[in-house]
């Protein structure tokens, strides 16, 4: 399982469960992240060689891949350099291709107040920001990913809380290349080497907009389910609807 940020830790500890059960499921924070503290450049290709390497290690020359949010950016990229290592590939929540961002902003303005906006773009532009105040700016930054508006504060607090600290430095210069080199370029080589069995995932309310992983479902050939009244993270909303989800996706790429 491919955790999102880029620059956040693991936070899949309610997904692997799921499916634990059904197979070996393996999580890592990605290098420069949670347990794995590194220095210096961060590059598609290392993060590529890592999971590459922890494969061997693991000794599993091939695996099933469910990536979520940049995880599904990154599962994709390590198919087009490894697909001989990719069993099955599940895309959660990612990756957008094209003007998805446009869709984005205007959601998340439409989700939050005036005063909210303000406040986060006075926290992102702060140099300097105190322990306190990086959790107000994740959870301001986050609590918009949820359908349930009644929820979404407590879980994004929570988030807030678990998920730090955030390496901004890799999230810079992950995001940086991915501007160079966008993910939308590689799509026909992406489906030339895609496993047999590859689907998407996506929660129909998730600001980003669904109809970006439509576009790239029907570009790559591969069916989309999108699930009603969730966000960006489904198994917080639909937990019931995701489990089925992915142990139907699992039992299927592990009796092949």
């Not at 107000?136 to 929570?158: I, K, M, Q, S, V």
Request: proline share 7%.
């Amino acid at each position: 399982m491919l955790h999102g940020g880029p620059g956040l830790p693991d936070y899949l500890g309610d997904v692997a469960p799921m499916v634990a059960d059904l197979a070996l499921v393996y999580r890592y924070d990605q290098r420069g992240t949670g347990r794995s503290p590194w220095q210096g450049r961060h590059s598609f290709a290392r993060h590529v060689a890592d999971l590459a390497e922890l494969l061997d290690v693991w000794d599993a020359p091939k695996a099933v891949l469910i990536g979520h949010s940049y995880g599904a950016d990154l599962a994709s990229r390590f198919c087009l350099t490894h697909s001989d290592r990719v069993a099955a590939m599940l895309l959660m929540c990612g990756p957008f291709v094209g003007d998805w961002r446009t869709g984005d902003r205007a959601e998340r303005d439409r989700r939050m107040s005036l005063a909210q906006r303000k406040r986060l773009r006075e926290l992102k532009e702060s140099p300097h920001r105190t322990e306190e105040e990086e959790g107000e700016l994740l959870t301001l930054a986050w609590f918009t990913d949820h359908a349930d508006p009644e929820r979404a504060w407590g879980w994004a607090t929570l988030g807030a809380r678990r998920r730090r600290p955030v390496n901004w430095v890799m999230n810079g210069e992950l995001g940086e290349e991915r501007r160079a080199d966008p993910l939308d370029a590689h799509v026909a080589e992406l489906r030339a080497c895609l496993p047999p069995r590859a689907e998407l995932l996506g929660g129909a309310d998730d600001p980003r907009p669904v109809s970006a992983l439509a576009s790239l479902a029907h570009r790559l050939g591969l069916p989309l389910t999108r699930i009603e009244g969730a966000g960006h993270e489904p198994w917080l909303e639909r937990p019931a609807v995701v489990r089925a989800h992915l142990r139907r996706f699992v039992r299927g790429a592990v009796d092949v």
